[in-house]
């Protein structure tokens, strides 16, 4: 079996996503999903109550007298979000990192939760090998040193192995 460039490419990102779901867990995963969404929402929601707190500060002043009042209401309140949202973030993550550690604690729990996360690791590796290779192959239409790097390394000419070669034809079949 012959190894292309690509193929080193794919592996990596293959192996580089199943680790770390492996490290992180299922549950790690999922909270952090959960955790990015909660902050996102709570801060969408509670960003302009706080921001109306500085408005009467010399700070505001301060800013409108420099880029004029509708400027900063909007500067303002986009960085009063981000700064809510890192702020409930750093505590939800905490939370996480417990309850991760706590699943992790006892070892059947922690050994399902760490092969599934691999699973999904794999699986999302996956999908951004394929996402890599399609992006590949469209620019191997549009540039012709693209395209005769990518017929040179995937051996589309010959009739050898090749893991990227083989991911290639069973994306395009499902997209055919």
């Not at 500085?54 to 309140?77: A, Q, R």
């Not at 890192?86 to 505590?91: A, K, M, R």
């Not at 996480?96 to 999302?124: P, W």
């Not at 590949?136 to 192995?161: H, M, Q, R, W």
């Amino acid at each position: 079996m012959a190894f292309s460039i690509t193929d080193i490419i794919i592996l990596s990102i293959i192996l580089i996503f199943t680790i770390f779901g492996a490290i992180k867990g299922i549950i790690g995963k999922i909270l952090g999903w959960v955790n990015l969404f909660i902050s996102i929402v709570i801060s969408y929601y509670i960003s302009a109550p706080i921001t109306s707190l500085f408005l009467k500060t010399e700070f505001y002043t301060n800013m409108v007298n420099s880029i004029g009042e509708k400027w900063s209401n909007v500067l303002l309140l986009i960085l009063t979000g981000i700064v809510v949202f890192i702020i409930l973030f750093i505590i939800f993550k905490l939370f996480t990192i417990v309850i991760n550690k706590c699943i992790n604690a006892n070892k059947i729990f922690g050994f399902f939760n760490k092969t599934l996360g691999a699973f999904i690791g794999f699986a999302f590796g996956l999908f951004l090998a394929t996402l890599y290779l399609l992006i590949f192959y469209g620019l191997a239409k549009i540039d012709p040193n693209i395209n005769a790097f990518y017929v040179s390394d995937l051996a589309i000419t010959d009739e050898k192995f090749t893991l990227s070669k083989m991911l290639m034809t069973y994306t395009m079949k499902i997209f055919n």
